[in-house]
């Protein structure tokens, strides 16, 4: 099934840059383009929209504006020449913030996300994140959203850690320490020095060493008592 799209952005041009890169992505379905909020509003009336992608400068009334003030079930990704608006756009769960010019690689990954999103649903197609269940890191000049369920490991590398997800990596400048203490112990643990991992993640356990995903990461000798434990825990079926 196709996501249902609108365009809203009050630059002809920027409209239909957009178009065609939705025109290239099987999953998508343009109904709609609108040059501001209000005239958008008809659109998200009259179909069953799955993604908003919402410019922020628009006459009459901002995107943020827009999203301070009404209630939809879509997911919104901001496409706007003006990055100053990331933190509060994602502080209305804005699902990603692209910044003009958009390369359609950029664009590409956005809805990937939507797309994978909308796969992992089993409720309401669009219905809002639970609030606890991401956090926000700086990564390349922009702030991204992570969802504790998409993060894999973290991985300690001099003065700033690398986090591993299902489909990319980013490099966060915080140490592993205060990384452990902002991630919840009762989904992460560290089992190494450099090496923080989400335990619903790990296929398998050989020896000192953990199977995530792709990667191979090695348990602390000290550690590793405390950690077989808390993966295990009761779900160890013996003859």
Do not use: W
């Not at 209000?38 to 922020?56: C, G, Q, R, W």
């Not at 000192?208 to 000798?221: E, F, P, V």
Request: hydrophobic share 45%; proline share 3%; glycine share 2%.
């Amino acid at each position: 099934m196709k996501l249902k799209c609108i365009i809203v952005d009050d630059e002809p041009i920027a409209r239909k840059v957009l178009q065609e890169f939705i025109e290239e992505i099987d999953y998508l379905e343009l109904k709609g383009q609108a040059e501001n909020p209000l005239k958008a509003m008809s659109l998200l009336n009259d179909n069953n929209v799955d993604m908003i992608f919402l410019d922020i400068n628009m006459p009459k009334i901002n995107g943020i504006d827009f999203l301070k003030t009404s209630k939809f079930n879509a997911y919104i990704i901001i496409t706007t020449a003006d990055p100053v608006y990331a933190v509060e756009a994602f502080g209305l769960d804005v699902l990603d913030y692209l910044v003009k010019p958009i390369s359609f690689e950029r664009f590409l990954k956005a809805c990937n996300k939507v797309n994978e999103l909308k796969a992992q649903k089993t409720g309401t197609v669009g219905q809002l994140n639970d609030p606890n269940d991401h956090f926000f890191i700086k990564s390349e000049n922009q702030i991204e959203k992570v969802f504790y369920d998409d993060l894999l490991y973290a991985e300690a590398m001099m003065n700033y850690v690398m986090l591993y997800t299902s489909s990319k990596k980013m490099m966060v400048y915080i140490t592993i320490k205060a990384l452990e203490e902002q991630l919840p112990a009762e989904t992460f643990i560290k089992v190494h020095k450099s090496f923080i991992v989400n335990l619903s993640k790990i296929k398998s356990i050989e020896g000192n060493i953990l199977n995530i995903g792709n990667a191979k990461i090695a348990i602390s000798q000290n550690l590793r008592d405390k950690v077989i434990q808390q993966i295990v825990k009761d779900k160890m079926i013996k003859r």
